[in-house]
């Protein structure tokens, strides 16, 4: 079974900094990978999906950006945050046909100061 | 729209109580549903799904969930719950016969258990 690694666990950051936070996926290969944020009672929010190397779909304007340099490797980046990005970052991969689920990784606390 | 309405914010159960969170969902078509389970500064987990068949699904950790299409509902439900079931939990919903699935989630419920 696949397998999502995150890091940082947890990252505090000043804004106007930039941000590059890694998701790594085992276990499988050629999945489709997510980013959502989650924040306090709001759920979870896709920002950006990727079905492939270099594929990326943004979800929703903001001034974040992601990229899939490898079939396994999904980053989340900014190039200057704003105290607005706060909050749980998690990362998730599925593969296979439509009846697979998508699997969590642990996610990233970013907290913008 | 696709939307998910998990109605309660919070729930408080009693150790041994049984347990039931609703789920609400608007949708084009019947989707595939989904419950996720998050512990504190935790990934989610999955608990369950309904993808066809019997509209009653088991999950793990004891949990089972009703698929009610004529309520547009999918319901939680637990016989007795523990301590260790304290968590936010969310109900997903997603498309059918795709591969990539957008989920649209609810806010969530967050449990309490009570001794």
């Known amino acids: 079974s696949q397998t999502i690694h995150q890091w940082p666990a947890t990252l505090v950051q000043p804004v106007g900094s930039p941000l590059s936070l890694e998701c790594t996926v085992e276990?499988?290969?050629?999945?489709?990978l997510y980013w959502y944020r989650q924040a306090a009672g709001r759920g979870l929010q896709l920002l950006f999906y990727?079905?492939?190397?270099?594929?990326i779909s943004s979800e929703v304007p903001q001034n974040l950006s992601a990229s899939r340099p490898q079939d396994r490797q999904f980053i989340l980046s900014s190039k200057k945050l704003l105290l607005s990005d706060s909050g749980f970052y998690l990362c998730?991969?599925?593969?296979?046909?439509?009846?697979?689920?998508?699997?969590f990784g642990p996610g990233t606390r970013l907290t913008v100061l | 729209a696709q939307s998910v309405t998990q109605p309660d914010i919070h729930i408080t159960v009693s150790e041994g109580a049984s347990l039931e969170l609703r789920c609400n969902y608007s949708?084009?078509?019947?989707?595939?549903l989904f419950w996720y389970v998050q512990s504190p500064g935790q990934g989610l987990q999955l608990l369950l799904k309904?993808?066809?068949?019997?509209?009653l699904v088991q999950g793990i950790k004891g949990f089972e969930a009703e698929f009610k299409r004529s309520q547009s509902s999918f319901n939680l439900r637990k016989p007795s719950v523990h301590w260790s079931d304290a968590a936010e939990y969310f109900c997903?919903?997603?498309?059918?016969?795709?591969?990539?699935?957008?989920?649209?989630f609810g806010t969530g419920t967050r449990l309490l258990v009570s001794p």
């Open positions: 998730a991969g599925k593969t296979g046909g439509s009846t697979d689920t998508q699997y």
């Open positions: 276990g499988t290969s050629n999945p489709n």
């Open positions: 990727s079905v492939g190397i270099g594929q």
């Open positions: 949708y084009g078509a019947t989707p595939y």
């Open positions: 309904y993808f066809s068949g019997d509209t």
């Open positions: 997903a919903v997603g498309p059918r016969n795709t591969g990539f699935q957008k989920l649209v």
